[in-house]
């Protein structure tokens, strides 16, 4: 789906054949020359419970409004990476410097993490560094304040950003499902509170890590699909479904139909068009333009000029030179009626 959503942006039904034959394919491969098997442990380690709806009647509005907040936390992703990007093109230092400094500012996040949270420097670095997994599944758990997972996806915001904007080794996807866990938590913790009953605030991160990236990649088919896949729960589709679509609707609206992953090219003047099955967006000019186009010569009779309107099915000919050439400015013919001579210019 990733390749689908992301790379083709389109679902034909012959790319779909092939994309889901090459994952089979590789899968099938990979298996049995490496020996893989499906590692049961590392979803019991994400998501350690089983996540259902309480009462869908009412949760399934507060889905929605969680599909509104991932869309504007998807935006602030996307804004806030290519923003910094930029800073670290405009600064004026030598180019070898800039991870440095994004390294520097990275640390720094780390230090206010810990002075406002009153934790120690390790735990705001085990919270902060790397990919986030055991953070993930402490959220997802439902053991972190709402304070610290709001703090939290600030700083992973910011942190990331700097790291990859400054030219550092860094990608898109984890950070993402880190603070999509961090704001769904956040606020399952604010529902769990205000409206008793409902399911804990750990499903509300689940859904989260779907719904950020969805809304950031504009992909809700593949993170549904990713959060089916790692953790088995098919009663937790129906929320993220909802929190995907709206996250990657409300995103695309605000970005202009833009994603994480196109922004730059954007900023490259590379446009990038949504292909519809149907439209005349893939169309060019000498797709549909008539390369050989027809001309009568200067003096031809009547007759002949009839002819070559009924053997061409054309309403209108080109006039041309003595010998048929184009002029600059050829005039264009139409087959008179009763009348007899020559076509004149």
Request: aromatic share 6%; with cysteine; hydrophobic share 45%.
């Amino acid at each position: 789906m990733f390749a689908l959503e992301v790379l083709l942006a389109e679902y034909y039904l012959r790319h779909v054949i092939s994309v889901v034959l090459s994952a089979v394919m590789a899968t099938a491969v990979a298996r049995s020359l490496l020996q893989l098997t499906p590692n049961l442990g590392i979803r019991d380690f994400l998501v350690p419970v089983q996540y259902q709806m309480v009462t869908p009647i009412v949760e399934l509005p507060l889905y929605m409004v969680l599909g509104v907040v991932v869309a504007i936390v998807g935006v602030l992703v996307v804004k806030v990476l290519y923003g910094m990007e930029h800073f670290f093109e405009r600064l004026d230092v030598p180019g070898f410097t800039k991870p440095a400094i994004g390294g520097a500012l990275l640390g720094g996040t780390i230090l206010a993490t810990s002075y406002i949270t009153g934790e120690s420097g390790h735990t705001s670095t085990t919270w902060l560094m790397g990919v986030g997994y055991d953070t993930v599944r402490s959220s997802i758990s439902g053991e972190l304040a709402i304070a610290i997972m709001v703090i939290l996806a600030i700083m992973k915001v910011v942190g990331f950003s700097m790291t990859v904007g400054s030219g550092s080794s860094g990608g898109i996807f984890s950070p993402s499902l880190y603070i999509g866990a961090m704001a769904g938590g956040a606020f399952g913790v604010a529902v769990h509170a205000l409206v008793p009953g409902t399911a804990p605030a750990g499903a509300y991160a689940l859904v989260g890590i779907a719904g950020v990236f969805a809304a950031a990649a504009s992909a809700p088919l593949t993170a549904t699909l990713m959060i089916f896949e790692l953790t088995g729960q098919y009663s937790i589709i129906l929320p993220v479904l909802v929190v995907c679509v709206l996250g990657s609707e409300g995103s695309n609206h605000l970005l202009d139909r833009g994603t994480i992953y196109t922004e730059e090219l954007r900023d490259k003047g590379i446009t990038i068009q949504e292909r519809r099955i149907g439209s005349l967006e893939d169309l060019v000019a000498k797709d549909v333009m008539t390369r050989d186009v027809d001309r009568l010569p200067e003096g031809t009779t009547l007759g002949d000029a009839l002819e070559v309107f009924r053997k061409t099915g054309h309403k209108r000919v080109a006039g041309g030179g003595p010998g048929g050439e184009p002029r600059s400015h050829p005039l264009a013919l139409r087959p008179p009626t009763g009348h007899k001579g020559q076509v004149l210019r």
